[in-house]
């Protein structure tokens, strides 16, 4: 406005009516002083026979420009100003807007290029930034807000819809290299979804054996270095995961890497990999359970052909599993027997529980050598048995 004031007023007789003197320097009217036209035309502002701006015959005021775009007040270039600025309607810049405090606009703004607000931007409908937007302080718009530029907040964001073109970073004084979107602090959604559709995709494949490498994985507890890293506006609390380093040498693509060095993790593709361990986890706990039931119908065959009490677990005695298994030339079986009995075997069965083989036990020994001799290749069960009473069974392997 300063600029303004100083300007030399090149105005026609016939085009401008001054219902006083206009003096320069200064007049004193001792009355309002009248400025304009009696007609409708356009007042041109001329400095150094340059027009620098226009008072339109609509009313509406242009700075460094003299085309009419039918805003009230339309500036086009940069533009400073060190105090509030409210308005009902919308507001455009053309280029560079720079504003010292609040800027208050009652319906749309839209810029061309950047603006910097030293504290509060609120708007009442539609912000549309083509550049970069800046604000000290505080977000507020009630409608659509585009910004094809990066866009700095360091206090609240308020916004109804926001779409950034470039990149966007709230609390940060620049987002970092190889992300869109960055936050320091807490974030908090009621709603997050993630892009899934197939269409989208290529080279899909089913994932498989997961669990070893998924199962490798240690998961921490720790708490963030907030004092040596104030930037990140990191909390005080206990928090839960994974080490970005120790994950890379698993999975590599969920970790990256920023241009400082420092890691960050993909938590959210844990999820399908947690469940095919499930699956695979679940598929060896059922071909357990068969395994067991089959165990339990051969030892029931078992008893009835040998008259054999299965009081697994009454007796104290213990029964190992053989080494080594598979075996191919001979394989030990050592057991435990915890008190004085009369008689005690080693029964050897294949898998239809019929005995191939009887090894006795003579009191004090704790194991037995099996030779593979006749016993052709495949699976086998062997029971301690100790006075007709079936201690424990277990399997035993026979290789080529």
């Keep these: ?71 009230i007040l339309q500036v086009n270039g940069n533009g400073w100003y060190s105090g509030t600025i409210f308005t009902t309607a919308d507001i455009s810049v053309g280029s560079h807007g720079v504003f010292g405090s609040h800027l208050n606009v009652g319906a749309h703004i839209d810029v061309g290029s950047h603006v910097n607000i030293g504290t509060d931007l609120t708007v009442n409908n539609n912000a549309n930034i083509n550049n970069d937007l800046n604000i000290n302080n505080n977000l507020n718009v009630n409608n659509n807000s585009n910004f094809n530029g990066t866009s700095n907040f360091s206090g609240t964001v308020t916004v109804n819809d926001l779409f950034a073109n470039n990149t966007m970073g709230v609390g940060v004084s620049s987002v970092t290299a190889g992300y869109v979107f960055e936050v320091a602090g807490s974030a908090l959604a009621s709603v997050a979804w993630n892009t899934s559709d197939a269409r989208y995709k290529k080279s899909i494949k089913e994932i498989s054996n997961v669990s070893d490498k998924l199962f490798s994985i240690s998961s921490k507890s720790y708490e963030f270095r907030k004092d040596e890293f104030k930037e990140k506006r990191f909390d005080d609390k206990l928090h839960f995961g994974f080490i970005a380093q120790e994950i890379e040498k698993v999975y590599p693509n969920l970790v990256n890497k920023d241009n400082k060095g420092y890691y960050a993790v993909n938590y959210i593709e844990f999820i399908p990999l947690l469940l095919q361990a499930l699956k695979e986890e679940d598929q060896k706990i059922n071909l357990l359970q068969n395994e067991l039931n089959e165990l339990k119908s051969k030892l029931t065959v078992l008893e009835k052909t040998t008259g054999i009490n299965n009081t697994t677990g009454k007796v104290q005695a213990t029964l190992e599993q053989n080494v080594p298994n598979p075996f191919n030339g001979s394989t030990v079986i050592k057991f435990n027997i915890g008190k004085e009995y009369t008689n005690a075997f080693i029964g050897v069965y294949d898998m239809q529980g019929k005995q191939v083989k009887q090894l006795f036990i003579e009191k004090g020994m704790e194991q037995v050598t099996l030779e593979k001799g006749l016993l052709t290749a495949g699976m086998y069960m062997y029971s301690l048995v100790v006075d007709n009473n079936l201690i424990d069974t277990k399997r035993m392997i026979v290789a080529e």
């Design 1 to 71: 406005m300063k600029k303004m004031i100083a300007i030399v007023f090149c105005v026609l007789a016939s085009q401008y009516t001054l219902y006083a003197q206009w003096l320069n320097g200064g007049n004193a009217f001792g009355a309002n002083g009248v400025f304009g036209t009696t007609d409708n035309f356009d007042i041109d502002f001329i400095t150094n026979n340059n027009a620098v701006g226009r008072w339109a015959a609509t009313g509406n005021l242009l700075i460094n420009t003299t085309t009419d775009n039918g805003n």
